[in-house]
C-alpha cells in the first residue's frame, strides 16, 4: 500500500508524464500548422534569431544561451523546436523540484511541475524561434540549483554547478544580471549564516567557468568586452520613463529625470499582476483560438491571479528560502516595469506563479480564513484595476498569420479569408488592402478586388495601382495604361515597380502600340522572370 501511494505522488513521475503528453500532442499538432512557418516571416524576432543563430554557427556575433542551442541541433528549425519542447519538460522538473525543497511535501511539487507543463503560454513560445524558452528554463534551473546548494550548504560540487548555471542565466539577456546579482547576493547572505563564507568561492568559480570563456569568444568574434550583449541605456531609460507603450519604436528619446524613471515603472507595476496578456511578437489569446494545444491549456490569467494570492501569502517566510522566490519576483519586476511587462518578458515569471498558486492551494488547508482572503483581495483588485474583458486582435496578427499560411503553402481559400479579416480588422488600411489584392488580382478574382476597392476606397499608390490591373484583366487596355501612367513610378513599393512597367508594356501592347511597349520592357529584357514572358507577348 505504501509503494502504491509513492508512485502516485511521484512528483517526477507526474510532472514527466504531463509535461510528454502535452508536447508530444503539442509536436504533432505543429507539423502542420502555419506556426511551423513563423521564422521565415521578414520582420518578426523569429527570423532575427534564426539569422543571428546562423551567423554565430559561423563564427560571428556574441554568445547566447539560444544561438548556442541553434548550433547543438544543426540550424534545423524542427530540431530546434523540438529542442524547446525539451526544455519545457526540464522547466517543470526544476519547478517540481523548487516546489519539493520549499516545502517537503511531493504532493506539492508534482502539483507545482504539473502547473508548469501546462502553462498554455509557456508552451506557445517554446513553439515558435525565440529565446523564451531558454531564459525560462535557465532562471527555473538557477533557482533549483541555488535551493540544492543551500540544501548542501554550499558544498564544493553543488555551489559550483549554482554558479555555472546562473552564469548561463547571465549570457542570455541583459535583464536576468539583476537577478544573477541578487542571487549571489542572497547566497553570500546565507553563507555568512552558516559560518562557510570561504564557500563563496566555489559559488564564483562556477560563475567564471562561464563567464570568462564567454568573454574571449565575444571579444574574438563581436569585438563586445562583455560576457553578456549590452543595451542602448539612453533608449532603456526613456522606455522606463514611458508610463504607456504601444510602439518600441515611437518612444520618445529624452534623458529623464529620477522622479520621472520612477512614476514611469510604478505606472506598469498594474500591468505585472494583470490576468491579460499584453501582446509582443505573438499575441496569446490570437494563437490560442488558432492552435487547439495552447488553448486548451491552462490560461496565464487564471495562473496570475492565484499566484499572486500565493505570493501575499509568502510575504511573512521573506527570512528563509522562500524569500528567493520572492527575491526573483522582485528583481523581474523592477525589470520588466523598467521595460514594458508584454507577455514575452512575462513568461518568465511562470515558475514564481506555479510555485505561489500551490502555495494557494496548501494554505486553504492550513489556513483558509487567510488564503481566502488573499484571493478575495486580488480578484477584487483585478476586477477594479480593469473591466475583464479580452483585447481585441491586433491587425498585424491576422497579418502574421496569412503570412504564415502563406508559407506553410495552406490552401488559398484559408489564406484569403486570413487577408479579408486583416483588412476588416485594418478598416481598409493601405499595406492590408494591398497584400489582399495583390492575392485577389494574382489568382484572377477580379469581382473580390473590385468590391474590396469600392468597401475600402482610397487614393494610394497601391490602391490606384490594382485599380489599373483590374481594368486590364477586365479588356479595359486603354483605362489600364491611363492608370498606371498617372502613378509615380519612383514611389511605389520597389516589388511594384518592375511588374507596374510589364503590365504598362501590356497595355501598351493590347492597345496597339507595339513600340511603346518594345520601349517600355527593354529595361525588363535582363531579367530572367520577364525575358521569357515579353518574347512571348512580342511574338503574338
Not at 505504501?2 to 505522488?9: N, P
Not at 502555495?359 to 484595476?385: E, K, N
Not at 481559400?413 to 476588416?424: K, P, R, S, Y
Request: one cysteine or more; charged letters at 15%; glycine letters at 8%.
Amino acid at each position: 500500500m505504501r509503494q502504491m501511494s509513492r508512485f502516485r505522488f511521484n512528483p517526477w513521475g507526474i510532472t514527466i508524464l504531463t509535461a510528454v503528453a502535452v508536447r508530444v500532442w503539442a509536436w504533432c499538432v505543429w507539423q502542420g500548422s502555419p506556426l511551423r512557418s513563423i521564422g521565415r516571416i521578414p520582420g518578426l524576432d523569429c527570423m532575427t534569431h534564426l539569422e543571428l543563430g546562423a551567423l554565430f554557427r559561423r563564427g560571428q556575433g556574441v554568445f547566447t544561451p539560444y544561438k548556442m542551442l541553434y548550433v547543438l541541433t544543426g540550424g534545423d528549425s524542427r530540431a530546434l523546436i523540438g529542442a524547446q519542447l525539451v526544455l519545457g519538460i526540464a522547466t517543470a522538473l526544476c519547478v517540481a523540484y523548487i516546489m519539493l525543497r520549499l516545502t517537503g511535501k511531493r504532493t506539492a511539487a508534482a502539483i507545482a511541475g504539473a502547473i508548469t507543463a501546462v502553462a498554455g503560454n509557456a508552451l506557445m513560445y517554446e513553439l515558435v524561434p525565440l529565446q523564451e524558452s531558454t531564459s525560462l528554463f535557465l532562471t527555473a534551473a538557477s533557482m533549483a540549483a541555488l535551493l540544492w546548494a543551500r540544501k548542501r550548504r554550499f558544498a564544493r560540487r553543488p555551489a559550483i554547478v549554482a554558479g555555472i548555471v546562473l552564469g548561463l542565466t547571465g549570457t542570455g539577456r541583459p535583464a536576468l544580471l539583476l537577478w544573477v546579482a541578487a542571487a549571489m547576493v542572497w547566497s553570500a547572505w546565507r553563507l555568512w549564516y552558516y559560518r562557510t563564507p570561504k564557500r563563496f568561492g566555489w559559488l564564483l568559480q562556477g560563475l567564471l567557468i562561464v563567464w570568462l570563456p564567454v568573454t574571449v569568444w565575444n571579444i574574438r568574434h563581436a569585438a563586445w568586452p562583455l560576457p553578456w550583449y549590452g543595451s542602448n541605456i539612453q533608449y532603456v531609460a526613456s522606455v522606463a520613463a514611458s508610463p504607456e507603450i504601444t510602439n518600441w519604436n515611437d518612444v520618445p528619446s529624452v534623458r529623464p529625470t529620477a522622479a520621472g524613471l520612477v512614476g514611469g515603472m510604478a505606472a506598469k507595476i498594474g500591468r505585472l499582476f494583470s490576468w491579460q496578456e499584453i501582446p509582443d511578437n505573438l499575441d496569446y489569446y490570437f494563437i490560442a483560438g488558432k492552435f487547439a494545444p495552447v488553448g486548451c491549456l491552462l490560461p496565464p490569467g487564471i495562473l496570475v491571479v492565484i499566484g499572486t494570492a500565493g505570493l501575499l501569502l509568502m510575504m511573512p517566510r521573506w527570512r528563509h528560502k522562500e524569500g528567493l522566490v520572492w527575491l526573483w519576483f522582485m528583481t523581474a519586476a523592477a525589470i520588466f516595469t523598467c521595460y514594458y511587462p508584454v507577455g514575452r518578458y512575462r513568461v518568465a515569471l511562470t515558475p514564481v506563479w506555479a510555485v505561489a498558486a500551490v502555495w494557494l492551494l496548501m494554505s486553504l488547508r492550513r489556513r483558509p480564513v487567510w488564503a481566502a482572503m488573499a484571493l478575495a483581495i486580488v480578484t477584487a483588485g483585478q476586477v477594479c484595476a480593469q473591466v475583464p474583458f479580452l483585447p481585441p486582435y491586433r491587425v498585424s496578427d491576422y497579418t502574421m498569420w496569412m503570412l504564415a499560411l502563406e508559407q506553410s503553402g495552406a490552401p488559398a481559400a484559408e489564406i484569403d479569408d486570413a487577408g479579408w479579416q486583416a483588412v476588416a480588422a485594418s478598416g481598409g488600411g493601405e499595406r492590408e488592402t494591398a497584400r489582399l489584392l495583390q492575392r485577389l488580382v494574382g489568382s484572377d478574382q477580379l469581382d473580390a478586388a473590385e468590391w474590396v476597392l469600392a468597401h475600402y476606397p482610397g487614393q494610394d499608390l497601391c490602391r490606384r495601382y490594382y485599380a489599373g490591373l483590374i481594368a486590364l484583366g477586365r479588356g479595359r487596355a486603354a483605362e489600364c495604361r491611363d492608370r498606371l501612367l498617372a502613378l509615380p513610378v519612383g514611389e511605389l513599393p520597389p516589388e511594384l515597380r518592375e511588374s507596374h512597367a510589364f503590365y504598362l508594356g501590356e497595355a501598351y501592347r493590347l492597345t496597339g502600340d507595339r513600340e511603346a511597349a518594345r520601349r517600355v520592357w527593354r529595361p525588363l529584357m535582363e531579367s530572367a522572370r520577364y525575358r521569357q514572358l515579353i518574347g512571348e507577348r512580342l511574338s503574338l
